[in-house]
């Protein structure tokens, strides 16, 4: 038996022995998705349990070091990890900006202070992070951001205000880009700093969207004090860990357009429920071919996924495939949802009431419509493919 394959068998038995029973069952949407942090309330002692166990073993962040409150996995057995999770329907213990974002970032460019001070935390799921980027006036063209970080000494005051930032209600800390150099070029002059949200000076108000609700704020800081320890990276340097991280983020939510959204059902199911079966196939053939076309396009897209994770391993790999992933798997979950509401019929437009979850599906098709905006325009994304990828030439 090779190493890879007693691996394997090993993880089989310890998901099988520590996953409670509850975890394997399909999420019921956002209020079966653990965040973690400082005001997070677990939905039920077997969310509590799975976390810790995961937590503790470092399989929250299988492939980060071990020193830092990782699994120290290999990517060919992290890999493993989350096949044999798929095979018994294990839900992810831990959903984090700190996992999918800031983790990434600090290992590249934190000092180890910071690595030994914030990972563990990370991974344990104890601090809630969010993403301070854009800006009222600064979206795409984030460099024009006014967000102003005054050197105080030993002690920065950072004065301006965020939108869209996601969760910044729910945060404990914020990982955000200030300009400390006003007189450089835009892309320069910008650092990259963290800080807790608790901090005197720091408010939000929630956004609300046409889907009814919103994960969305503005944040406003007023006067704040940032201790010069939590600059990460080199002072007026921090559009280089912007772009590094924006990589990150593009990847988790190109990775969209590999679930189901906290959906139980396939696709085939909430049609069979609406439009019913000829002769043991789904009655509405045109639907039909949209479901068979839709699945056949998000195996391609795991796979596509799986060989840019190999090709990052060797370091061959051009950084804009994340725009890649970014555009498709965000235009595939709204292709996904757009099939949710014709396959459930009638019953999709439903906005409240226990039969829809609450207009589940309404409301998440309305939200879909936003993942072509955030983390970068799918029109952006389209221009970074031309030009860092195919190498179009410019108009």
């Given at each position: 038996m090779s190493d890879l394959e007693a691996f394997r068998k090993e993880t089989r038995a310890w998901l099988e022995?520590?996953?409670?029973?509850?975890?394997?069952?399909?999420?019921?949407?956002?209020?079966?998705?653990?965040?973690?942090g400082r005001k997070w309330k677990f939905q039920s002692d077997?969310?509590?349990l799975w976390m810790q166990r995961m937590g503790e073993r470092g399989w929250t962040v299988p492939e980060w070091p071990r020193e830092y409150g990782g699994g120290g996995l290999s990517r060919?057995?992290?890999?493993?990890?989350?096949?044999?999770?798929?095979?018994l329907g294990c839900r992810s213990p831990l959903d984090s900006f700190g996992i999918w974002m800031l983790g990434p970032a600090l290992l590249k460019y934190g000092h180890e202070e910071q690595k030994r001070e914030h990972l563990p935390k990370i991974a344990r799921?104890?601090?809630?992070?969010?993403?301070g980027y854009s800006e009222p006036g600064s979206g795409?063209?984030?460099?024009s951001l006014q967000t102003r970080a005054e050197d105080k000494g030993d002690h920065y005051i950072v004065?301006?205000?965020?939108?869209?930032?996601?969760?910044a209600d729910k945060a404990d800390w914020i990982f955000c880009l200030v300009r400390t150099d006003p007189k450089a070029p835009k892309h320069e002059g910008i650092s990259f700093v963290l800080f807790d949200?608790?901090?005197?000076?720091?408010?939000?108000?929630?956004?609300?969207?046409?889907?009814?609700?919103?994960?969305?704020?503005?944040?406003?800081?007023?006067?704040?004090?940032?201790?010069k320890s939590n600059l990460v990276g080199s002072l007026n340097k921090g559009w280089d860990v912007a772009k590094f991280l924006l990589t990150h983020e593009?990847?988790?939510?190109?990775?969209m357009g590999t679930n189901s959204g906290g959906e139980s059902r396939s696709l085939g199911q909430i049609a069979t429920e609406s439009v019913g079966l000829d002769n043991g196939v789904l009655a509405d053939t045109n639907l039909r071919g949209q479901i068979a076309a839709l699945e056949i396009d998000a195996w391609a897209f795991r796979l596509t996924m799986d060989r840019v994770g190999d090709l990052v391993k060797t370091g061959k790999i051009n950084p804009a495939a994340s725009s890649l992933l970014k555009y498709y798997g965000t235009e595939l979950n709204k292709r996904r949802m757009e099939l949710v509401m014709a396959a459930g019929g009638f019953d999709a437009l439903e906005w409240d009431g226990e039969h829809s979850h609450e207009g589940r599906n309404a409301r998440a098709w309305l939200r879909s419509k936003a993942n072509s905006i955030e983390g970068g325009t799918s029109e952006v994304q389209l221009n970074i493919i031309a030009k860092r990828l195919l190498n179009l030439p410019g108009v």
């Open positions: 022995a520590n996953c409670p029973p509850e975890m394997r069952k399909p999420s019921r949407g956002e209020e079966d998705t653990c965040w973690g077997a969310q509590r060919d057995e992290a890999k493993i990890l989350r096949e044999e999770m798929r095979k799921g104890e601090i809630r992070w969010c993403q795409s063209d984030l460099a004065n301006g205000s965020k939108i869209w930032t996601s969760y949200m608790e901090s005197p000076g720091v408010s939000t108000a929630p956004i609300t969207l046409i889907s009814g609700s919103s994960p969305f704020c503005q944040t406003f800081f007023e006067d704040v004090l940032v201790p593009r990847d988790m939510i190109g990775g």
